[in-house]
């Protein structure tokens, strides 16, 4: 089933037509995703959200909620499921916003099968530009999305999930170990 028919698919908002220039043309301010807060592997890391100066009102459709999926147009495309914790934030417009309109599918699946390496392979090989290689909504709404029972998306989903969560715990042992590493060298080397 093509993403198209199961998805309605927008990009983000172009951000220089609304950065106020000027604080007192300043209208409101908002939460901003960027890519530095989303890890290749579908994840949200622990880098705070920019804030956005706004010299207009924004449309509610350029904010994340829950439910949605995001992704990078912009190699690795990296594709992200927005929970209730990452609702409200701002999309600039080199992410697309991915909304199911069907029952037949969760977005946590379509997150995952959007980074699988199979879907990848096929935005490298459609993606255009010389400097910055990117995709676009076209693209991405022709790519075949493999129809599964909701049981087995909700089993995939779950493996992703613990998957994450296994490997922020890992990076926090390392950096645990370096700090243990750090110190013993330290007092070792204030013996001498």
């Keep these: 089933m093509k993403l198209s028919k199961i998805a309605i698919i927008k990009t983000g908002l172009v951000l220089t037509r609304k950065k106020a220039t000027i604080k007192y043309k300043i209208q409101d301010v908002y939460k901003l ?4 807060n989303i890890e290749t592997n579908g994840a949200f890391n622990q880098i705070p959200f920019e804030f ?3 010299n207009d009102k924004l449309d509610k459709g350029y904010f994340t909620e829950e439910g949605d999926i ?3 147009l912009s190699y ?4 992200v499921y927005i929970d209730k914790s990452k609702a409200g934030l701002l999309v600039p417009s080199y992410f697309a916003i991915i909304k199911l309109k069907t029952t ?3 977005p946590e699946y379509i997150s995952w099968y ?9 935005l490298i090989k459609s993606q255009t530009g010389t400097v910055m290689m990117t995709t ?3 693209i991405l709404a022709s790519i075949d999305i493999k129809e599964i029972p909701i049981e087995d998306q909700k089993r995939i989903a779950k493996v ?4 994450i969560k296994e490997r922020k715990l890992l990076y926090r042992l390392i950096e645990e170990k370096e700090k243990y590493y750090k110190a013993v060298t330290n007092k070792l080397i204030k013996m001498n």
Excluded: W
């Excluded at 690795?76 to 594709?79: D, E, G, K, R, Y």
């Excluded at 992703?160 to 998957?163: F, G, I, N, S």
């Design 160 to 163: 992703q999930d613990l998957y």
């Design 136 to 138: 676009n909504k076209a």
């Design 104 to 106: 037949n599918y969760i």
């Design 114 to 122: 959007l980074n699988s390496n199979k879907v990848k392979k096929e």
């Design 76 to 79: 690795p495309n990296t594709a």
């Design 52 to 54: 956005f100066e706004s």
């Design 70 to 72: 995001l992704i990078r």
């Design 33 to 36: 995703i960027t890519l530095k």
